[in-house]
């Protein structure tokens, strides 16, 4: 980064060098994977994220999500529940832990979730946002933010809950342009996350259907929005953040990520489970639908990380 570069924006008083952004995905915004985004030039780092209850009790999941390292910095805490004195609860244990920033997950749409309250569910209870959001502020010392979704197909009330995240102290608000009941199927709706830019005065990140380096142009010039966040699109091409497209990436440089990645993995959670769960990157990396049947079970067989690796450099040396 240069130096005398000026920021694209600022959550509260947090200079943010960059216009693209991980996003959170439960299963995939693990230490590994986002510190590889990072380092390609992903603005913010979001961990994956974390119940409440479970950073209150003694489970030691939380503890995984929220680990990171420096050069992740400004690193995003994201959490989620239905009940503010919890959220506010759990807020205060993590803060020290050091974050930059600590984010309200309202936007997931799992059943398991959403029914009960939390995620998505939120957004139909105004009010309970708003008590969350004000008990936050007060309480941390860090900036709070908020992510959504345009609500619910029949209370499309994202505007409203935009507004009351910034009313009540909220330094940002990244939008899905996407419905509960959508999921992340159908076209994501830029002119509403537009609506929501042009609504408030805190930064808006937009997220949705954006998976070329087009695409992030496309979204800022149709919403105005201040950076874009990225998720599935990431998965297969980190390089993303690096303003590079997947049909871009050669067989050599894809070899040195997945060594890079599989490495990382194989630190954080040794090595059989880093094996096996770097295996769901490898089969985005390697495009499979390209592979054979017989080199597919190859790759989803479990085997130690250094015979993984030397089976994807023979793959490799055909490419190479």
């Known amino acids: 980064m240069n130096a005398s570069a000026l920021p694209n924006f600022h959550i509260r008083e947090i200079p943010i060098y960059g216009d693209t952004v991980l996003a959170p995905m439960d299963g995939y915004s693990d230490w590994p994977f986002r510190s590889v985004c990072r380092e390609?030039?992903?603005?913010?780092?979001?961990?994956?994220?974390?119940?409440?209850?479970?950073?209150?009790?003694?489970?030691?999941?939380?503890?995984?999500?929220?680990?990171?390292?420096?050069?992740?910095?400004p690193i995003t805490f994201q959490i989620y529940g239905e009940d503010p004195e919890l959220i506010l609860k759990a807020a205060v244990k993590i803060q020290d832990l050091?974050?930059?920033?600590?984010?309200?997950?309202?936007?997931?749409?799992?059943k398991t979730i959403a029914d009960r309250g939390a995620g998505v569910g939120m957004m139909p209870s105004p009010?309970?946002?708003?008590?969350?959001f004000r008990k936050l502020v007060k309480a941390l010392r860090?900036?709070?933010?908020?992510?959504?979704?345009?609500?619910?197909?029949?209370?499309?009330?994202?505007?409203?809950?935009?507004?009351?995240?910034?009313?009540?102290?909220?330094?940002?608000?990244?939008?899905?342009?996407?419905?509960?009941?959508q999921r992340y199927a159908g076209l994501s709706n830029w002119d509403a996350i537009a609506e929501v830019k042009a609504l408030v005065k805190i930064p808006v990140i937009g997220s949705g259907d954006v998976r070329t380096v087009a695409d992030i142009t496309r979204l800022k010039n149709h919403a105005q929005v201040d950076a874009v966040m990225i998720g599935r699109g990431a998965i297969a091409n980190p390089w993303i953040f690096a303003r590079t497209d997947r049909q871009q990436i050669t067989p050599r440089m894809m070899q040195e990520l997945i060594h890079k990645h599989l490495a990382r993995c194989v630190e954080f959670y040794g090595d059989e489970d880093g094996s096996r769960l770097f295996r769901?990157?490898?089969?985005?990396?390697l495009l499979m639908h390209t592979l054979t049947r017989d080199e597919r079970k190859e790759i989803l067989k479990p085997r130690p990380s250094g015979e993984f690796a030397q089976m994807l450099d023979q793959i490799y040396a055909v490419a190479l």
């Open 280 to 285: 769901k990157y490898a089969v985005q990396y």
């Open 98 to 110: 050091n974050p930059d920033v600590i984010d309200l997950n309202m936007g997931c749409p799992a």
């Open 142 to 181: 860090v900036p709070v933010t908020g992510k959504i979704r345009l609500g619910w197909d029949k209370n499309k009330n994202y505007k409203l809950i935009a507004r009351i995240i910034e009313e009540e102290g909220g330094s940002l608000v990244a939008v899905h342009g996407r419905t509960k009941e």
């Open 40 to 73: 390609f030039g992903s603005a913010i780092s979001y961990t994956e994220f974390v119940k409440v209850e479970k950073i209150l009790s003694k489970s030691k999941e939380p503890g995984k999500r929220l680990f990171f390292k420096e050069p992740e910095r």
């Open 127 to 132: 009010l309970t946002i708003a008590r969350a």
